[in-house]
C-alpha cells in the first residue's frame, strides 16, 4: 500500500547550517536568530557558503565545553500504548499506511508490541495496560498529549479518514493540520509540511 507517510528521503525542516565551529554564545545567537527567521550577523568562522542553496557548511569541528551539549540528532520513536494490537495494526497500517519495521525487537520484550516507520523515525506500539483514562479526553486531540507526524497533504488523510469513517478535526488555529485519535484514543496530529 501507497503511504502518505513515508517520503522517499527524509525532510531536514532545520535551517541549512551546521553550527559545530561556533562558540556557545554564538550557538544561541545563530539558534535564536533562526527561529526569529532574522538575517544572521553572526561571523561563521571555517565556513563555505553556496549562495545559489543558500546553504552554508561549517568545515572545521572543535569540540564544545557546554555540557549540556550531548548531540540530540532528533527523535528515535514515540511509544504508544494499546489494548489489543491487531486492532491497533489495523489503524495503523491499513488505514494510515505505515510499514512495521521488521528489524526491531518485536520478540524480545516482555510484551507484545510493533515498531511502525514514520518517515526516518518510529512509532512503537506496546500492548499494555493504560493507566490513563479512556473517557472525558478532549475532543480536539490539540488540546491533549499527542504525537505530531509531518505530512504532504493534510487533504488526501482527510479523505482518508473519512472514507474510514474516523472522527477527526482541523486544526483550531487555521494551519493545515488534522487530529484524530487511534482506537486506544491516543492523541495523533498530522501537520502539512
Not at 494551519?175 to 486506544?184: E, G, S, V, Y
Request: with cysteine; net charge positive.
Amino acid at each position: 500500500m501507497a503511504s502518505i507517510f513515508r517520503p522517499s528521503i527524509s525532510l531536514d525542516l532545520r535551517p541549512k547550517v551546521t553550527c559545530t565551529n561556533l562558540s556557545t554564545k554564538e550557538r544561541l545567537d545563530f539558534h535564536n536568530k533562526s527561529l526569529r527567521k532574522e538575517k544572521l550577523n553572526i561571523r561563521l568562522r571555517g565556513v563555505k557558503a553556496n549562495q545559489a542553496q543558500g546553504t552554508s557548511v561549517v568545515t572545521e569541528e572543535k569540540e564544545l565545553n557546554n555540557k549540556t551539549d550531548y548531540g540530540v540528532v532528533g527523535v528515535h520513536h514515540v511509544g504508544l500504548l494499546c489494548e489489543n494490537l491487531e486492532r491497533s495494526l489495523e489503524f495503523y497500517q491499513n488505514i494510515l499506511g505505515l510499514e512495521i519495521n521488521e528489524a526491531r525487537p518485536h520478540d524480545k520484550l516482555p510484551y507484545r508490541g510493533a515498531w511502525l516507520w514514520v518517515g526516518s523515525e518510529m512509532i512503537h506500539l506496546m500492548e499494555l495496560p493504560n493507566p490513563d483514562p479512556l473517557t472525558g479526553r478532549p475532543e480536539h486531540g490539540g488540546r491533549d498529549r499527542h504525537a505530531c507526524i509531518a505530512i504532504r497533504d493534510v487533504s488526501v488523510l482527510k479523505e482518508i479518514l473519512d472514507k474510514a469513517g474516523i472522527a477527526y478535526t482541523m486544526s483550531k488555529s487555521g494551519r493545515p493540520a488534522i487530529f484524530t485519535r487511534d482506537p486506544d484514543t491516543n492523541a495523533l496530529e498530522f501537520t502539512q509540511v
